[in-house]
T-cell receptor, first 113, second 106 residues
Framework: DGGITQSPKYLFRKEGQNVTLSCEQN?????MYWYRQDPGQGLRLIYY???????QKGDIAEGYSVSREKKESFPLTVTSAQKNPTAFYLC????????????FGQGTRLTVV | GQNIDQPTEMTATEGAIVQINCTYQ??????LFWYQQHAGEAPTFLSY????GLEEKGRFSSFLSRSKGYSYLLLKELQMKDSASYLC???????FGAGTRLAVHP
């Protein structure tokens, strides 16, 4: 079945460590996105990529890094420079054309301990 | 820059109609989406508007006025399962508003 998969669902990290969140899609979508959601809040855009080997910063890119070496994959690294990383992280993908909706993965809940 | 505003919370009664508003200011507009999100889950797509007017889809309708930077989502015949957050999002970068938490009461 086609879809977008995030792993792991829950992740615990020690303060000061980098951690990478996985996002894979087999929908043949060109565009992929990473969002952060804090409790009771909306989605804030971290990074997005419209095409392989290209990505752009969103509104809250500081302390995060991404890569887009393959069309199917858009991993997000939360670095130690991110001061408050505990949040729910959502990955999405779309065809890239403006009139197509984005499909979301089930999210990764990251907790810094 | 981009700015999207929605009411934070709304309450309504089962069987009633509710309208959730969204205003936006954006450089470069390529469409507006509405998503539903239940607590702890991923958002799911509800509707898309790129031209002015009303798009109807079952119990859900969405309206857009590009000149006013305004959209609304209309939910009819409310059911308890409609209790969720409703997010509006605008292209090009797919930026989301903070969402409106809707509580439906018996």
């Amino acid at each position: 079945d086609g879809g977008i998969t995030q792993s792991p669902k829950y992740l615990f990290r020690k303060e000061g460590q980098n951690v990478t969140l996985s996002c894979e899609q087999n929908l043949n979508h060109d565009a992929m996105y990473w969002y952060r959601q804090d409790p009771g809040q909306g989605l804030r855009l971290i990074y997005y990529s419209q095409i392989v080997n290209d990505f752009q910063k969103g509104d809250i890119a500081e302390g995060y890094s991404v890569s887009r070496e393959k069309k199917e994959s858009f991993p997000l690294t939360v670095t130690s420079a991110q001061k408050n990383p505990t949040a729910f992280y959502l990955c999405a993908s779309s065809m890239g054309r403006s009139n197509t909706e984005a499909f979301f993965g089930q999210g990764t809940r990251l907790t810094v301990v | 820059g981009q700015n999207i505003d929605q009411p934070t919370e709304m309450t309504a009664t089962e069987g009633a109609i509710v309208q959730i508003n969204c205003t936006y200011q954006t450089s470069g507009f390529n469409g507006l989406f509405w998503y539903q999100q239940h607590a702890g889950e991923a958002p799911t797509f509800l509707s898309y508007n790129v031209l002015d007017g009303l798009e109807e889809k079952g119990r859900f309708s969405s309206f857009l006025s590009r000149s006013k930077g305004y959209s609304y989502l209309l939910l009819k015949e409310l059911q308890m399962k409609d209790s969720a957050s409703y997010l509006c999002a605008v292209r090009k970068k797919l930026i989301f508003g903070a969402g409106t938490r809707l509580a439906v009461h018996p």
